[in-house]
């Protein structure tokens, strides 16, 4: 049982926009920067997102994410077939003074 | 060039104890705000974040696993080693390393190793 919550599974189409939702509590989410990481199929984690919505520079703007409370989003437009792969996000959490993942959603581009 | 290489057993028997390590180059952990975390992944499942060493050797443990983690630091060498105790068939994972460029409570993992895969079994 993770203590952040994603959904298992998203899907859409090619072209059109997808949300991954994160939920956390005071502890992390509400109190820390969350990361966002990408997962394609065999590979390792890859950083998307960091400190809310920051990119790094080689990753496109289609990707973009937010913080509200407890709950943060990370959101793709365009998408494209080669997004397809798993998401996590994460943060530290200060009850715990331990870094904590979300269960991970799986992107399917139909 | 900033690299990470995990490097370990790939079988280990019940009971035994686990090491492994992470060699990095490219940058120094004694640069202050640097840490180190060990993250593994069943197959087929979540990531799960296990412990992390920072440049000035504090240390943080996942709080079901810290009683048989200990995560330690050799500059020198570049080095970082978990070691993990009376390891068990679900302690079957790929084994990550992962860098951070910023301590506390606001660290992100900027680089990750390929991974290791340590399989559980008599």
């Known amino acids: 049982q993770s203590v952040l919550t994603q959904p298992p599974s998203v899907s859409a189409a090619p072209g059109q926009k997808v949300t991954i939702s994160c939920s956390g509590s005071r502890s992390n989410i509400g109190n820390n920067y969350v990361s966002w990481y990408q997962q394609l199929p065999g590979t390792a984690p890859k950083l998307l997102i960091y400190d809310n919505n920051e990119r790094p520079s080689e990753i496109p703007d289609r990707f973009s994410g937010s913080k509200s409370g407890t709950s943060a989003t990370l959101g793709i437009t365009g998408l494209q077939t080669g997004d397809e792969a798993d998401y996590y996000c994460g943060t530290w959490d200060t009850s715990l003074s331990a870094w904590v993942f979300g269960g991970g959603t799986k992107l399917t581009v139909l | 060039q900033v690299t990470l290489r995990e490097s370990g057993p790939a079988l280990v028997k019940p009971t035994q104890t686990l090491t492994l390590t992470c060699t990095f180059s490219g940058f120094s952990l004694s640069t202050s705000g640097m840490s180190m975390s060990w993250i593994r992944q069943p197959p087929g499942k979540a990531l799960e974040w296990l412990a992390r060493i920072d440049w000035d050797d504090d240390k943080y443990y996942s709080t079901s696993l810290k009683t048989r983690l200990t995560i330690s630091k050799d500059t020198s060498k570049n080095q970082v080693v978990l070691t993990m105790t009376n390891m068990d068939p679900v302690d079957t994972a790929t084994y990550y390393c992962?860098?951070?460029?910023?301590?506390?409570?606001?660290?992100?993992?900027?680089?990750w190793g390929r991974g290791t895969l340590v399989t559980v079994s008599s």
């Open positions: 992962a860098r951070s460029s910023r301590v506390g409570a606001n660290a992100y993992f900027d680089l």
